[in-house]
């Protein structure tokens, strides 16, 4: 009703010499109404819905930031712990490779332990071995030169000698006194018939 009386009023005042740049009272009655109308509807149904849609994302991004710090302070945490797992391990490696030389170095000095008694060991049967066959050549050369004496003796006596205990202790007796006291070999007194 309120509206048909101001189109009704703005018709009877249309004709008159009214300033262009004034616009009619009805028209600003009417411009206004609406405008107030529209405001009302704003405040109304849009700006608690601006509101609340503000709060969300407000809400929203007060969150994400506090998660971003929570997860910035835990990734902060998270690379301290890495930073002492990895010295930690450095340091463990560091123990690991001290042993493995110090390991190294005990095997190397018990190979080495172990070389020596082995050396040593080849050594004294070689020894043995050599004073054995040193024995054998001086036993076989006392035999090949009690033969070759007794061979002298038979040309130089004229006759066979016989074979017998004397015989042998004839060749003994030759060869000691070709040995000196110190073990050298001196060459024998010359006999009658040499």
Known sequence: MVIETLLLAAEEGGHSDENVLVPPLGELLIGTLSFGLLVAFFFWKVYPQIR????ERSDRIEGDLA???RTQREAQELLGSYRRQLAEAQDEAGRIRQDAREQGQQILDALR?????????IKARGETQLAAERAQVVAQIRREIGEIALELATKIVNH???RDDRQRQLVDDFIAGLEHPDGTVVAAPAGPGG
């Open 67 to 69: 998660r971003a710090e």
């Open 160 to 162: 066979e000698l016989q």
């Open 113 to 121: 332990a172990q070389a020596g008694d082995e050396v040593a060991e």
């Open 52 to 55: 609340r849609t503000y709060a």
